[in-house]
């Protein structure tokens, strides 16, 4: 028998219930309208995710729950809609446990609901503190269908509550997720859905939340499968949406907890399922990058950008990555050039806002050096800092005056090395290139130039910003070169010790050149202390710089 | 029959694997030297404590056990060390899994070690992110005592491991510590040690560590007590030093995992054991902030601190615990008056000097604030920041210049409330008093003068800014009670919903007037952002902000 089944790849917000509760709605309404008997939303769908140390607050657990009670009422009764939550649980330890579960809401009433058994605390998750596990499984038979439920990381865990799932031979199963974008996490999605589904013997529906919640962002990528683990519907990458697919599956396969329904049904007309095309890599990045900044900056209650223009790679990515996300008439450049900044400096930076349609102004700040330098006699690396930080008060003064969220333009290798001045080009509000190295910068606008020029616009980058040797221009003919290796060698050092987190050993008998791979580690864990306070940007690597990372800034250990 | 037992009180630092094993070293040896039979360090003492994500890298993990085994050898080979360190243990679900251990040397080498069974994963700790937990208890026979090992979290867990423990009837047990301070902490502790010695019916002996790491600081307070839970010893509060006490147990009551040695001792004169003296509220607080900020300075290379002096409370109060840290020759203040900083600012700003010696010179700012408002237009809340980021960027400059650590002078009150300008006031590389509520901030003020005043010697803080009305002084007339509640009624608001995550309805249950709980909930939801930058400072709250308390800065949850 085929049911249709509803994915409703959604982009909630943190802690908005009213808000959510209306998403929540309208998708079972278009489900409905469009003859789902299922409609399958993300994890905590309805606090949004992650909720963080809200989870622990008793006031954010009831909300949580009274939303689903009113939303359940209200929802369209005639479909089964799957809505994650939070919920509150009374264990033998105590009252007012919180827990990460889905409901399954029938007729106007919750009819039976599942708690996450596996909960990640590696990487950017806390789910062991945040939640107490579930330790049981659910099947609910819908329409004759026994349909077993798992969330999120339940799938990822061998030997765990799947295969205790798969051993009740459900007809159908569904797992809603809160799934971070990572680079190339969509394959290993992919594989891991396919061989649940064959594990389970039955066709499986993975739905993914889309949108930016601080420094995640969320890449949709919903799929289903049969049981046989091929792919017979792939949602849009970072799009929201609802897709509808006609799901081949066996009826009364197992022993239901809760029987909703046991009457069969026949589609009318059957969907053509589609798979929808897969971004190239940088396709990815740009589109991660794009929505993690324009959620932050709209679901913050901002209306608009403001960036410093160097004329240099960094702020011009940035620059483009803003007009990309908000418009150009929503992103305002600033060229503020000093004494040490080249000819072609504000000539880049005007040249960015002539391609790109951005509103562009140039504040001096000599005026405001000198004062600093004369009144405080800095030299040699004060000096250089004081135009930073010039230049970062110039900003947040016009955030301050006219209400933009100041972007920061530091990319990864930067960050990594200290190569920044706290305060200085290190202000904002949104960092969105920090995870990106130096090298991925270059490639990523070239990649974007690419783009518009093969779709016959103008590239947003000059070229020029591009092809020049990068500076910082903080004092005369300086170049990044003068303080860091050259970023090719750097960014392949910087990726195995940071992100694959090799140890001097390893990292020199993999090829590295013993002083440099010493000198490299050595400006790493120096800068932690600046990377505290860096403003956040959204993760798209398999180990950013955040609460990916958590290193102390007290530390003598050197791998040296 | 009596061992004698040194309890070693020390403060090792995060990642020095040699220096805490001098430390180690040092302390066997004067153990031994004063006739002891056991030497007991603290948890993770070899590598210090916490390490956070450090655990996971397998080149630290090498490091450590390369460390232990080192260690061995060479201190000092008739006595018994019981030594925390960092473990890689190869499990079924592969290899290099980080364990968070205790090792018992004893003739040169390791004769056995114990794995912490139960890893915190709440507040300020994330032992389930970075250890694998053991699962089983661990006797060893010395001189003929069945002694029983727990780590820390072990001790705090009802029915987990120390139940197994008492079960198996040890003779004493041991229980190596890296509990970080809290107020009121030491009165927990207390009954939970006596409970435990009870439950085991056996001596118990806590050793914890001293110093600051981070935003953590350790307050020692080690504790032995008999079977029957009486205090026999108490080591004294944030001072290093090993403490030996004589104490007497059963022999041969269990069944011991290794026997490492069985002959029994006799103590030829035995000691008389001390409780040192208890520390007052404010002397608690007082030397955790005092620790706390020495040692970050310490540690982390620095040998001064820079601190801009309003002639307000909250940078006199970071200056007198400067002094009292550092001593006043390590201490830099600077005046930076405006044109609306008041006659008193600067005179008080000199009393402050004057009173403690430490070093103070004058910058003025009006230049450069000027040179922004013009070029920039600044006006309003635009003009007041920028006064504050001239100030952020001056001291920076100095500290650029002459390599002092900047300290950050805010208070809890101001950081939940973003009562503060970002890259302004809230500059600096450690923030003191960031974990103070604002009535506490004069209350440790009073405390201070008090103390100094009964020592017949002159008062640190001027009596003027302790009894002004608060102000920032950032435009004319301004005061802080414009924009915030009174401190007395705002901080008890806050201790409740910050420290003790009541939410809008048991706020206003509490008695609370709703308008004013609205009020200051949508202040302190709002300024997640801004806290997220500010720098670290001690924790001496059950909640401070930071790592402890993790909300995300997108969201619309309001209590409202």
Redesign the interface.
Known sequence: MKLRVALAQVNP?????V?NAALIKDGVAAAAAQGAQIAIFPEMVLT?Y?????A?????Q??SRAALAKLATEIDHSIVAIVGYLDQVVTTEGAGKPQNKVAVISGGEVKASYAKCHLP??GVF?E??NFAPGDETLVVRIHGVDVGIAICEDLWIDGGITAQLAARKPGLVIVPNGSPYERNKDDIRLSLVTGRARQAGAPLVYVNMTG???DLVFDGDSIVVNAAGDVIARAPQFEDGIMLVDIDMATRTSTPDVIISDDEVSLERTLVPGIAHRLGDEEEIWNAIVVGLR??VA??GFTSVLVGLSGGIDSALVAALAVDALGPDRVHGVGMPSKYSSDHSLADARQMAANTGLRFRV???Q??VD??IQ????????EE??QA??R???L???S??EGHLVLATGNKSELACGYST??GDA?G?YAPIKDIYKTDVWALSRWRNQVAREAGETPPIPENSITKEPSAELRPDQKDSDSLPEYEILDRVLKAYVDD??????LIAAGFDKELVMRVIGLVDRAE?KR?????GTKVSQRAFGKD???????????L
Do not use: C, H
Request: no cysteine.
């Open positions: 917000t943190v802690g908005d219930l808000g949004g992650p909720v963080e140390d809200l622990l607050r008793p006031s954010f009831q909300a605390n590696y806390d062991y503190r930016g919640q601080d959620d932050y679901k913050n504040v001096e700040i005026k405001m004062a600093y009144e405080l006699s800095l030299t040699g690396l004060a800092n004081v930080r010039v970062g008060t110039t947040m003064g016009l301050n005056q706290l305060y202000v509000g987190d090799l140890g001097r050993d390893a202390y505290r306070q860096y403003p956040p990372r958590r290193l102390p800034m007290t530390s003598k250990w050197r791998e």
